[in-house]
Nanobody, 117 residues
């Protein structure tokens, strides 16, 4: 199973970006998908998750500004990020719990999001 993320880059404060992450491989089902981020010198933290049933969870710092959604095939997750702030600058990582023959958690390679003031 591979998680391929796209999106990211440089944006000015107040702007927006959309991240996408697609899971590929012999996947029976994804239980949930989500996004984490890690800023320089800080630990990786949860940004948002969504279950295959559509239940969402957000970090307090992004509530009202970010929106997570899942594609119809339940193998793609999107993160719409609005009203971006310099504090959102980080490497964003896609995460998913996937059922193949077993249930396992996977990480994608990070994508850099930089918000300039």
């Amino acid at each position: 199973v591979q998680l391929q993320a796209s999106g990211g880059g440089l944006v000015q404060a107040g702007g927006f970006q959309r991240l996408s992450c697609a899971a590929s491989g012999s996947i029976f089902r994804t239980n949930y998908m989500g996004w984490y981020r890690q800023a320089p010198g800080k630990e990786r933290e949860l940004v948002a998750t969504i279950t295959s049933g559509g239940v969402t969870t957000y970090a307090d710092s992004v509530k009202g500004r970010f929106s997570i959604s899942m594609g119809n095939g339940k193998k793609t997750v999107y993160l719409q990020m609005d009203s971006l702030q310099p504090g959102d600058t980080a490497v964003y990582y896609c995460n998913a719990e996937v059922i193949t023959r077993i249930t396992r958690n996977y990480w994608g390679r990070g994508t850099q999001v930089t918000v300039s003031s």
